[in-house]
C-alpha cells in the first residue's frame, strides 16, 4: 500500500460558519493528528476544498457557500496545509471531478487514499466513488469525518465501496508499518 491523504472541505464554511455542525467541529483535532502522521513520514497530504463560482451546482441546493476567494473557502487555521501539501480546488462533490487530482496521486504512485473530512456522506462519499473508479483503495478515518444526513454512512462505505474504516490514533502505527520512501 503506498498512501496519500485527501483532506475534503475543511474550510471555514463547514467548520466555523454558515454549513457548520458541531459533529464538524469534533473532527478537528482527529484531523490534525492525521495530517501530522503523513508530513511525519513524508506521504503526500492533498487539499480538495470548495471553491464555488455562483453557477456551480450545488449553490442551487445548499445556497452561496465557500465562494472563490473568500474567507469560507479556506482550509481553517487548525489545518493550514504546509508549503510541501497539494491544495486543489473542487467545484463539486467529489475531490476528482473536474479537477487533477488522479495526476496528482498517479504521479506519487499512489495505490490507497485516506479520507478525512467533510461530509462523509457528501463530499467525502463522492470522493470515494470516484476513488473506486480509478482503482485506488480507500481508507476513512471516522472520527475525522462527520455525517450531515446519513448516518449510517460506515456502512454503505465498507459494502459499497470495499473501504477500511480506521480511527486516527491508528494512522501512526498504520503508516509505519506501510511507509515507502517518496
Known sequence: MKPALIVVDMVNEFVHGRLATPEAV???????TVVQSFRKFRLPVIYVSDGHY????????????SMKGDEGSAVID???????DYIIEKHAYSGF?????????????????????LDADICVRHTAADALYRNYGIVVVE??????????????????????IV???EIEDILSHVHIET
Open 26 to 32: 469534533s473532527t478537528v483535532d482527529p484531523a490534525r
Open 54 to 65: 455562483p453557477d456551480d451546482p450545488e449553490i442551487r441546493i445548499w445556497g452561496r457557500h
Open 78 to 84: 487548525d489545518l493550514k496545509p504546509s508549503p510541501a
Open 97 to 117: 471531478y473536474g479537477t487533477n487530482l488522479d495526476m496528482v496521486l498517479r504521479s506519487h504512485g499512489i495505490d490507497t487514499v485516506v479520507l478525512i473530512g
Open 143 to 164: 472520527d475525522a469525518v462527520a455525517a450531515r444526513i446519513d448516518r449510517n454512512w460506515r456502512d454503505y462505505f465498507t459494502r459499497v465501496y470495499g473501504a477500511t
Open 167 to 169: 480511527r486516527s490514533d
